[in-house]
């Protein structure tokens, strides 16, 4: 269900925004968190279409949609739908979430641990189609894996100059064809 190979959006025009603690409360659910992944990297959808994708009876789909709308996490998609069909994006391109800022508490828990689960299970795709990779995805693909010895005030100022230089990178012009996929994990 979850385990889709999720690509290929625009994020042009979207922005990106720290999670407060009402949209982690929603996000806390692992299909939401799911839905929200799927909107952002393949663009919009309807209930029924996620539903569909996600195995689920649209009035499912449609109740984790009117939770991640109430969270303020996808916006109907203006221009597209009718009455009877809503289509939805992601409001934002990218998220943020610094558990330091939240309450240490089983919400702020299961919203890591959905993240770490639905990341851990990317990788576990990337590494079963790697013998089948053609050389330039290779050439193109950076792994790596390092130790950098730093205090909390290290870790936030190097998540914060990581943080400018993406945003310098995604400001500019480029094919949206042509986007990577950047998995920043950083822990103590």
């Known amino acids: ?11 042009a025009g979207m922005e990106r925004d720290e999670l407060s603690t009402a949209q982690l409360r929603v996000l806390s659910h692992p ?3 799911a839905f929200l992944r799927r909107l952002r990297e393949q663009g919009p959808a309807t209930s ?3 539903g569909r994708e996600f195995e689920l009876d649209s009035g499912a789909a449609s ?3 009117r939770r991640l709308e109430a969270g303020g996490l996808v916006t109907e998609e203006p221009g597209m ?9 992601a409001a934002a391109g990218t998220l943020q979430f610094d558990a330091a800022e939240h309450e240490d508490d089983a919400m702020t828990r299961q919203y890591v641990q959905s993240t770490v689960l639905m990341n851990a299970e990317e990788l576990y795709r990337v590494a079963a189609d790697v013998p089948r990779a053609d050389a330039a995805w290779l050439a193109e693909s950076a792994f790596i894996d390092l130790r950098i010895p730093l205090d909390g005030p290290g870790r936030r100022a190097l998540r ?3 943080m400018a230089v993406i945003d310098r990178h995604r400001a500019a012009e480029g094919d949206p064809t042509t986007q990577i996929r950047l998995q920043i994990y950083g822990r103590p």
């Open 31 to 33: 299909m939401r968190l």
């Open 1 to 11: 269900m979850l385990r889709r190979v999720l690509r290929n959006i625009s994020l």
């Open 81 to 89: 739908g009718t009455q009877r069909e809503r289509w939805w994006r």
């Open 48 to 50: 029924r279409i996620l």
């Open 63 to 65: 109740y984790h949609l």
């Open 160 to 162: 914060a100059e990581l």
